[in-house]
């Protein structure tokens, strides 16, 4: 037995020295785990912040997108002055023959600009032969169609701006935004 307690020390001092190698190993690897996860989390922190920022950006500049869309949606849906009656027309269709147009049309401009409303009942003649000269010379497949009526409208807008003076009294006059066909009947 006392062969035995001998070795048992100096098993216990060799068990010891294989423990703490190897708690000296697992503590090692533990380390080492630890830091791959920490470069692991900065690694994700870092494509994170990057791509946060790059969201970030684009979403900045419709900004500015946004509000010209804005402008632009804000311009077709506030309603402007109109004239007190609409302007009636009717023309023979380029074309066809025997076959007629009907039509009323609205001119819209800025409710502020009075005195652009009495210029176009000052020239309301003038104006109705612009518009019995633009819908005359359409044919009938344009008359038709809802791009081709869309075409007439800016046309009839650019037309009349056209021979609208710039200025009035030293002041600008102003112009007309949008057209509207008030009838529109083809027989």
């Known amino acids: 037995m006392a062969v035995e307690e001998e070795k048992k020390p100096e098993e216990n001092e060799a068990a010891d020295k294989a423990g703490g190698s190897i708690l000296h190993s697992s503590l090692f690897k533990w380390a080492i785990v630890g830091v791959i996860l920490i470069l692991f989390i900065g690694i994700e922190i870092g494509i994170a912040v990057v791509f946060v920022n790059k969201l970030k950006e684009p979403a900045e500049a419709p900004k500015q997108e946004d509000t010209k869309a804005a402008d632009s949606i804000k311009k077709f849906t506030e309603k402007g002055a109109l004239l007190a009656a609409p302007?009636?027309?009717?023309?023979?269709?380029?074309?066809?023959?025997g076959r007629y147009l009907k039509c009323g049309v609205q001119l819209e401009y800025e409710e502020n600009n009075a005195k652009l409303g009495l210029e176009l009942d000052a020239r309301k003649a003038h104006i109705k032969n612009v518009i019995i000269d633009i819908m005359s010379s359409r044919p009938l497949s344009q008359l038709m169609t809802n791009d081709g009526k869309r075409a007439i409208r800016e046309q009839i807008v650019s037309d009349i701006n056209a021979i609208l003076p710039d200025t009035l009294d030293g002041k600008p006059l102003g112009k007309i935004r949008r057209s509207y066909f008030d009838s529109f009947m083809i027989q």
């Open 87 to 97: 302007i009636e027309v009717t023309v023979n269709i380029s074309e066809e023959e």
